[in-house]
């Protein structure tokens, strides 16, 4: 039952980045930094996708998914439509990866060491949903902040 849930929490968030990386009405704004805006919603975004496919499908789902975690967060202006669509792919890896994780693998130790000490992996899904909700958080408010002017 956990497994279902964090299924639909994950869907949940990831159509609502979805949402809010095609709410931008200025292309370019995606990537605009302003005052003390580090990382703009185009890189959050790669971030999002760079992060659940590899902590989910590579690791979980042994997709053969390779991060590169640095272009996560160098790269820039890419389209908004391959934007949405590396979203739309992440959804599809997470509908295909989380319901086959059994509910006695959340108990069992994460594969990777990633925080400061071990954790189930119960824990750490958990730990990646909120990541994944703070991050979302941030490019609303960037969104409403630098695509309004």
Same mark, same amino acid.
């Given at each position: 039952?956990?497994?279902?849930?964090?299924?639909?929490v994950f869907s949940k968030d990831l159509e609502k980045l979805k949402?809010?990386?095609?709410?931008?009405?200025?292309?370019?704004?995606?990537?605009?930094?302003?005052?003390?805006i580090a990382n703009p919603a185009g890189n959050l975004c790669l971030?999002?996708? *760079?992060?659940?496919?590899?902590?989910?499908?590579?690791? /979980? =789902?042994?997709?053969?998914?390779?991060? +590169?975690?640095?272009a996560e967060f160098s790269s820039k202006n890419i389209p908004q439509?391959?934007?949405?669509?590396?979203?739309?792919?992440?959804?599809?890896?997470?509908?295909?990866?989380?319901?086959?994780?059994?509910?006695?693998?959340?108990?069992?130790?994460?594969?990777?060491?990633?925080?400061?000490?071990?954790?189930?992996? *119960?824990?750490?899904?958990?730990?990646?949903?909120?990541? /994944? =909700?703070?991050?979302?958080?941030?490019? +609303?408010?960037?969104?409403?902040?630098?695509?309004?002017?």
């Open positions: 039952m956990v497994v279902q849930e964090l299924t639909k949402e809010e990386i095609s709410l931008y009405q200025q292309e370019q704004n995606l990537w605009k930094i302003e005052k003390q971030h999002l996708v *760079g992060n659940l496919n590899h902590f989910i499908g590579a690791v /979980l =789902g042994k997709t053969g998914y390779v991060r +590169n975690r640095e439509k391959k934007l949405i669509a590396m979203v739309e792919d992440t959804i599809v890896m997470m509908n295909a990866v989380l319901p086959s994780v059994k509910e006695n693998q959340l108990n069992e130790e994460y594969p990777l060491l990633v925080l400061k000490e071990k954790t189930s992996t *119960g824990y750490f899904l958990f730990h990646l949903s909120s990541h /994944l =909700g703070y991050h979302l958080g941030q490019i +609303n408010y960037h969104r409403r902040l630098i695509d309004s002017k």
